[in-house]
């Protein structure tokens, strides 16, 4: 079993920035698919981000692409969401997820959604205001 657990949501103002953290636990691998997904009130979950760890490939959305970078560090088993230049519509909860089954090129590739997913967090609320 794996245990996400992220953190580093706030309330901040248009423009600004936020860093999250995902802290994963349990039987983790050096080569699987992490992600960061979002979810509006009244919308779908959406993929916003994603990395195959141990070749570090990303994908990411067109909305966040140029402002969010993804990364890992292996040592400490955890992924970030580095959120600059926030707007109001990046308002959200944030979540993590891991799969071991997807392949690089679907990880990297952006080819998979929310239901490919196995293993998630219990979330964390970004609110960006103008």
């Known amino acids: 079993q794996v245990q996400l657990v992220e953190s580093g949501g706030d309330s901040v103002q248009a423009g600004g920035s936020l860093r999250l953290s995902c802290a994963a636990s349990?039987?983790?691998?050096?080569?699987?698919?992490m992600g960061w997904f979002r979810q509006a009130p009244g919308k779908e979950r959406e993929v916003v981000a994603s990395?195959?760890?141990?070749?570090?490939?990303?994908y990411y959305a067109d909305s966040v692409k140029g402002r969010f970078t993804i990364s890992q560090d292996s040592a400490k088993n955890t992924m970030y969401l580095q959120m600059n230049s926030l707007k109001p519509e990046d308002t959200a909860v944030y979540y993590c997820?891991?799969?071991?089954?997807?392949?690089?090129?679907?990880?990297?590739?952006?080819?998979?959604?929310?239901?490919?997913?196995?293993?998630w967090g219990q979330g964390t609320q970004v609110a960006v205001s103008s």
């Open positions: 997820a891991a799969d071991f089954r997807q392949s690089r090129y679907r990880c990297s590739g952006g080819y998979f959604s929310a239901q490919d997913f196995g293993y």
């Open positions: 349990g039987a983790t691998y050096n080569n699987n698919c």
């Open positions: 990395i195959y760890t141990g070749y570090r490939s990303t």
